[in-house]
């Protein structure tokens, strides 16, 4: 039995397990909110530090890489130690990084910041995604959340950001006052978290890098690698790129429309996800990897010429398919695991969709000095369409080849005693 169940534990101290599951929704929608807020400031830093697009990228995707690493070696902890130790300890991390924020003056100590955030979320994406599942009131809900909050918490992080930077005094420090002040009270709430997790031994050796995938979950994982790719390079490309693409192509100087660019499809994502939680999830895969196409070929036509309208209504589309097949993937994935190996494949799945989110990305960036910001984009657009085609026809096979196994009819052994009795 948990720790946290038996008589006379603690747990007249712990919160009811609805309640845990909620908070840690929160938590989770509170640490994506701290990954986009930066990007609407990137323009501001850029601007007065004097960086190149390509050093913007470094510091956009150094986050992403510190993240990997903790994915690869204490992304599946929690399942040795507890979701709550492991999920405060994250948070204090994360509050370390929003106070580089506010002290932050010169590119090493953004490089620092976007660090220890990436190593913080890393360290508690696991934790929060294992537990929202060993705690969730409904058998969908626990994928639910864990596919809504990261778009809507990007979405908010990004506009409340933008409008912050527009707005208010302190453009660069107000946001990380606030969010400093968010993830030490969630630190102090998540010790009161309910743990379903007995601790056993194997916590070190667990930290040797690996992503680990059961054998019952293969199959389904390999299908939904190519989704989970390119929607997250699409969210790398707005989230890195997406404040230069509205100032230097579409000629919007307007720090709030910079972060509405990633609400927009972040925010479309989130509440397509809400309306297809029901489907089945190979059908959403697939239909969200054919939105996410035809959006980001939408988005390309309204950079070539040079459209505002198409471009925000391009990338809502492309948002549809985002939240769309990044919920039937990580559905498709959620349910192969037990309770002890949870986290782990978790934690593979977000290496994924983070590799997916950092290395097009810093290729990008790279390339804009030598072919320009349109054509860059461009290119990077072609790649994550062809992804997410390639997406959507795995996902059909997948479940065309699960549909004809399901209409083979079973044979049934004579029943002996049947037998008998005719005779």
């Known amino acids: ?110 490089l620092a910041a976007r660090t220890v955030q990436g190593l913080a979320t890393g360290a508690a994406t696991g934790a929060i995604s294992a537990g929202l599942v060993d705690l969730q009131p409904g058998a969908r809900l626990g994928s639910l959340v864990n596919s809504v909050a990261p778009t809507l918490g990007l979405a908010a992080g990004a506009l409340g950001a933008g409008a912050l930077v527009q707005y208010a005094p302190g453009p660069t420090t107000l946001v990380f006052v606030l969010l400093t002040a968010a993830f030490l009270a969630l630190a102090a709430v998540v010790a009161f978290l309910p743990d379903l997790v007995v601790p056993r031994p194997g916590a070190l050796a667990s930290l040797r890098p690996r992503a680990a995938v059961p054998v019952t979950a293969r199959a389904a994982f390999l299908a939904a690698a190519p989704c989970l790719v390119a929607t997250w390079a699409m969210g790398g490309l707005y989230l890195s790129l997406g404040g230069s693409l509205t100032a230097g192509v579409l000629h919007i100087g307007d720090h709030l429309v910079g972060g509405l660019v990633v609400t927009t499809l972040t925010g479309a994502g989130a509440v397509t996800s809400v309306l297809v939680r029901d489907r089945a999830p190979h059908r959403v895969m697939v239909a969200g990897s054919v939105a996410l196409a035809a959006g980001t070929g939408g988005t390309l036509l309204a950079l070539g010429t040079a459209s505002t309208p198409l471009f925000f209504t391009a990338t809502a589309v492309a948002g549809c398919g985002f939240g769309g097949a990044f919920l039937g993937a990580f559905r498709s994935v959620a349910a192969l695991a037990g309770p002890d190996r ?82």
Do not use: K, N
Request: charge should be positive.
């Open 342 to 423: 949870r986290a782990e494949l978790f934690a593979a799945v977000y290496v994924v969709s983070y590799l997916g989110f950092s290395v097009p990305a810093v290729v990008a960036g790279a390339a804009v000095p030598s072919f320009g910001l349109r054509a860059t984009a461009t290119a990077y657009g072609v790649v994550v369409i062809a992804l997410a085609l390639t997406a959507a026809v795995s996902g059909a096979l997948r479940a065309r080849a699960a549909r004809s196994v399901a209409a083979v009819p079973v044979p049934v052994a004579p029943c002996p005693v049947s037998d008998r009795a005719a005779g």
């Open 1 to 110: 039995m948990p720790p946290d169940d038996r008589a006379g534990s603690p747990a007249a101290l712990r919160l009811p397990h609805r309640a845990g599951f909620w908070l840690l929704g929160a938590t989770l929608l509170t640490f994506t909110v701290a990954a986009s807020a930066p990007s609407p400031l990137y323009v501001v830093y850029q601007h007065r530090w004097g960086f190149s697009v390509t050093t913007l990228t470094l510091v956009f995707a150094v986050y992403a890489l510190a993240l990997l690493i903790a994915l690869l070696t204490v992304g599946g902890l929690s399942d040795f130690l507890g979701r709550r130790p492991v999920l405060i300890g994250a948070l204090l991390a994360e509050t370390t990084a929003m106070v580089l924020f506010l002290t932050a003056g010169d590119v090493g100590t953004l």
